[in-house]
């Protein structure tokens, strides 16, 4: 089925370790985003990619990278892991950017849910 | 800056009863404002959106929500709830400071009692 697909769906990691959460959508959607959902905070947004070869910081980008790699393709990392990134993680895309009937039908991926112990 | 409040942490409904989820946002222009989804374990879906026109607006599985700028409000409703209804629910506007991105409430957990 069309969507977002993200992996790995469950991680666990020390403090201080590095690792990548991967992004994929088969819509030929236009934009990506990264949100983390902590309780009673609601999904905050990291980072986002108007298009490809673009990224912006949105409300918490300290502590995390992101890369578009193409088209489909936008991975987050954590270079240095701390407890406080412990969280859901979700992937999004949608069709463009500034578009009120294409860019807001945000399309989510199922969540990678990341432990830094 | 654009925010979203969504007052109701849990909620607990009886399976048939009619529902109200409240959200209040602030912004000085016309909002586009969503409701979404998230069931547990699962990522959001998109129950439904306002951008212009009808203040009442019809989404999927029976929920609406009307627009009420005087109150700053998009409250969502369904008349008669099922079980299947429990979920956690956001309410999202969009943030023009972080170019046009979704803005999200704090969420919504509903819970139905049969």
């Known amino acids: 089925n069309a969507g977002v697909t993200q992996t790995p769906k469950f991680q666990v990691l020390k403090t201080g370790q590095s690792m990548t959460l991967q992004c994929a959508q088969d819509?030929?959607?236009?934009?990506m985003y990264w949100y983390r959902q902590d309780p009673g905070m609601g999904l905050r947004l990291i980072y986002y990619?108007?298009?490809?070869?673009?990224?912006d910081k949105g409300e918490v980008p300290n502590g995390y990278n992101v890369s578009r790699l193409n088209k489909r393709e936008f991975s987050l990392r954590l270079e240095s892991a701390a407890p406080s990134q412990t969280s859901v993680y979700f992937c999004?895309?949608?069709?463009?950017?500034?578009?009120?009937?294409?860019?807001?039908?945000?399309?989510f991926g199922s969540g990678t849910r990341l432990t830094v112990v | 800056a654009q925010s979203v409040t969504q007052p109701d942490i849990h909620i607990t409904v009886s399976e048939g009863a009619s529902l109200e989820l409240r959200c209040n946002y602030s912004?000085?222009?016309?909002?586009?404002l969503f409701w979404y989804v998230q069931s547990p374990g699962q990522g959001l879906q998109l129950l439904l959106k306002?951008?212009?026109?009808?203040?009442l607006v019809q989404g999927i599985k029976g929920f609406e929500a009307e627009f009420k700028r005087s109150q700053s409000s998009f409250n969502l409703r369904k008349p008669s709830v099922h079980w299947s209804d429990a979920a956690e629910y956001f309410c999202?506007?969009?943030?023009?400071?972080?170019?046009?991105?979704?803005?999200f409430g704090a969420g919504t957990i509903l819970r139905v009692k049969s």
């Open positions: 999004a895309s949608s069709e463009g950017y500034g578009n009120p009937t294409g860019t807001y039908g945000y399309t």
């Open positions: 819509m030929n959607h236009n934009s």
């Open positions: 990619s108007a298009s490809e070869g673009t990224t």
């Open positions: 912004y000085g222009a016309t909002p586009y």
């Open positions: 306002y951008f212009s026109g009808d203040t």
């Open positions: 999202a506007v969009v943030a023009m400071e972080y170019g046009n991105k979704l803005v």
